[in-house]
């Protein structure tokens, strides 16, 4: 398991002081990306729920600051993420409408809420893999 996930996962699990899923996926990576965590979690803090309003999914967007902090500022590479998470969940992307289909099915929030954290932080992760490779 990388060091990112095993940050994201204790980041999920604090109760003292919540982290959106933007948050629980920009801090992870806060020290590569030239922030201390602090500023990161305040940069992240209006983008979970969706942009507070139901919007892109805030593990998504998380994950788009962290790559956008990388050096992965194409298009090109905003749209393989992007592409990633609507190929594992029937095409959605936003935060409202995976929040129903997870209803639906009779899903726990937290836990559906977590695992696209840790799915985004992967996602990210694996980038960073494949681009150190090339």
Excluded: W
Excluded at 23 to 29: A, E, G, L
Excluded at 95 to 120: F, I, P, Q, S, T
Aim: hydrophobic content about 40%; overall charge negative; aromatic content about 4%.
């Amino acid at each position: 398991m990388s060091t990112h996930l095993e940050r994201a996962k204790e980041l999920r699990a604090i109760t003292e002081r919540h982290y959106n899923c933007a948050q629980s996926v920009i801090v992870p990576f806060a020290k590569e990306a030239g922030l201390d965590e602090e500023t990161a979690y305040q940069l992240a803090a209006n983008f979970g729920a969706g942009m507070k309003m139901g919007s892109v999914c805030g593990a998504v967007t998380g994950a788009l600051m962290v790559l956008g902090l990388l050096g992965f500022d194409g298009a090109q590479d905003a749209n393989k993420l992007c592409q990633e998470v609507r190929k594992k969940h029937e095409g959605l992307i936003d935060c409202r409408d995976l929040l129903r289909v997870n209803a639906e099915r009779g899903g726990d929030k937290k836990a559906h809420c977590d695992a696209m954290v840790y799915e985004a932080v992967a996602l990210v992760d694996a980038m960073i893999d494949s681009r150190s490779r090339s």
